[in-house]
Protein backbone atom coordinates (compact mmCIF):
# COMPACT_ATOMS: atom_id res chain seq x y z
CA UNK A 1 0.00 0.00 0.00
CA UNK A 2 1.13 3.48 -0.37
CA UNK A 3 0.24 6.61 1.26
CA UNK A 4 -0.29 10.41 0.00
CA UNK A 5 -0.84 13.06 2.22
CA UNK A 6 -0.69 16.44 0.47
CA UNK A 7 -0.09 19.89 2.52
CA UNK A 8 0.74 23.69 1.34
CA UNK A 9 -3.34 24.52 0.71
CA UNK A 10 -4.51 27.90 1.57
CA UNK A 11 -6.85 30.81 0.87
CA UNK A 12 -4.35 33.48 -1.61
CA UNK A 13 -5.64 36.58 -3.44
CA UNK A 14 -5.38 36.07 -7.29
CA UNK A 15 -1.83 36.89 -8.76
CA UNK A 16 0.02 35.40 -5.61
CA UNK A 17 1.96 31.90 -5.60
CA UNK A 18 1.34 28.52 -3.07
CA UNK A 19 3.33 25.86 -3.00
CA UNK A 20 2.17 22.18 -2.29
CA UNK A 21 3.27 19.25 -0.89
CA UNK A 22 2.74 15.28 -1.44
CA UNK A 23 4.56 13.18 1.23
CA UNK A 24 4.50 9.67 -0.11
CA UNK A 25 5.58 6.61 1.92
CA UNK A 26 4.64 3.01 2.30
CA UNK A 27 5.50 0.30 -1.38
CA UNK A 28 5.65 2.87 -3.89
CA UNK A 29 6.54 1.52 -7.38
CA UNK A 30 10.13 2.17 -8.20
CA UNK A 31 9.50 3.36 -11.81
CA UNK A 32 6.51 5.22 -10.93
CA UNK A 33 4.45 8.52 -12.15
CA UNK A 34 3.12 10.72 -9.86
CA UNK A 35 0.65 13.79 -10.84
CA UNK A 36 -1.30 16.56 -9.69
CA UNK A 37 -4.71 16.62 -10.20
CA UNK A 38 -7.72 19.29 -8.88
CA UNK A 39 -11.49 18.87 -8.62
CA UNK A 40 -13.33 21.98 -8.73
CA UNK A 41 -17.43 21.42 -7.45
CA UNK A 42 -19.26 19.57 -9.33
CA UNK A 43 -17.02 19.02 -11.69
CA UNK A 44 -14.64 16.20 -12.85
CA UNK A 45 -10.78 15.91 -11.55
CA UNK A 46 -8.42 16.99 -13.77
CA UNK A 47 -4.88 16.17 -14.67
CA UNK A 48 -2.81 19.45 -14.12
CA UNK A 49 0.76 18.11 -13.92
CA UNK A 50 2.84 14.98 -14.00
CA UNK A 51 6.46 13.56 -13.55
CA UNK A 52 8.01 10.59 -13.68
CA UNK A 53 10.27 8.76 -11.82
CA UNK A 54 13.23 10.28 -12.65
CA UNK A 55 12.03 13.70 -13.33
CA UNK A 56 13.05 13.40 -17.26
CA UNK A 57 9.45 13.89 -18.50
CA UNK A 58 6.79 16.38 -16.88
CA UNK A 59 3.71 17.17 -18.67
CA UNK A 60 1.18 20.15 -18.16
CA UNK A 61 -2.52 20.84 -18.47
CA UNK A 62 -3.09 23.53 -21.11
CA UNK A 63 -4.51 25.70 -18.42
CA UNK A 64 -1.93 25.89 -16.08
CA UNK A 65 1.19 25.96 -18.26
CA UNK A 66 3.84 28.96 -17.76
CA UNK A 67 2.34 29.73 -14.26
CA UNK A 68 2.93 26.01 -12.28
CA UNK A 69 5.72 23.95 -11.70
CA UNK A 70 5.98 20.18 -10.96
CA UNK A 71 8.94 18.79 -9.41
CA UNK A 72 10.29 15.59 -6.66
CA UNK A 73 12.89 14.73 -4.72
CA UNK A 74 12.87 10.89 -5.78
CA UNK A 75 15.02 10.20 -2.10
CA UNK A 76 12.46 11.75 -0.05
CA UNK A 77 9.85 10.71 -1.58
CA UNK A 78 8.31 13.96 -2.08
CA UNK A 79 6.28 15.99 -4.89
CA UNK A 80 5.78 19.55 -5.38
CA UNK A 81 3.58 21.75 -7.16
CA UNK A 82 5.01 25.49 -7.59
CA UNK A 83 1.77 27.63 -8.22
CA UNK A 84 2.04 31.04 -9.72
CA UNK A 85 0.27 33.87 -10.90
CA UNK A 86 -2.82 32.34 -9.43
CA UNK A 87 -6.43 32.39 -10.64
CA UNK A 88 -9.59 32.39 -9.19
CA UNK A 89 -10.31 29.59 -11.55
CA UNK A 90 -7.77 27.84 -10.47
CA UNK A 91 -9.90 27.01 -6.75
CA UNK A 92 -10.05 23.13 -6.36
CA UNK A 93 -9.18 20.55 -3.96
CA UNK A 94 -5.66 19.34 -5.31
CA UNK A 95 -5.13 15.99 -5.06
CA UNK A 96 -1.17 14.00 -5.42
CA UNK A 97 -1.68 10.61 -7.42
CA UNK A 98 0.54 7.78 -7.93
CA UNK A 99 1.05 5.11 -10.31
CA UNK A 100 3.71 2.90 -12.12
CA UNK A 101 4.73 4.78 -14.85
CA UNK A 102 4.29 1.77 -17.41
CA UNK A 103 1.18 2.13 -19.85
CA UNK A 104 -0.50 5.21 -20.76
CA UNK A 105 -2.97 7.54 -20.61
CA UNK A 106 -1.43 9.61 -17.80
CA UNK A 107 -3.71 12.24 -17.91
CA UNK A 108 -6.81 9.92 -17.14
CA UNK A 109 -7.78 9.68 -12.79
CA UNK A 110 -8.66 6.02 -13.68
CA UNK A 111 -5.77 5.16 -14.26
CA UNK A 112 -3.78 6.23 -10.92
CA UNK A 113 -3.77 3.52 -8.19
CA UNK A 114 -3.37 5.80 -4.76
CA UNK A 115 -4.38 9.24 -3.99
CA UNK A 116 -4.03 11.20 -1.09
CA UNK A 117 -7.04 12.87 0.78
CA UNK A 118 -6.61 16.05 -1.31
CA UNK A 119 -5.65 19.96 -0.14
CA UNK A 120 -7.98 22.66 -0.93
CA UNK A 121 -6.85 25.88 -2.48
CA UNK A 122 -8.93 29.18 -2.84
CA UNK A 123 -7.94 32.14 -4.59
CA UNK A 124 -9.68 35.10 -3.79
CA UNK A 125 -10.39 37.82 -7.09
Known amino acids: QVQLVESGGGLVQAGNSLRLSCAAS????????MAWFRQAPGKERDFIAGINWNAAYTKYADSVKGRFTISRDYAKKMLYLQMNDLKPEDTAVYYC??????????????????WGQGTQVTVSS
Open 26 to 33: GRTFSHNY
Open 97 to 114: AHREVYGSDYVSFRSYSY
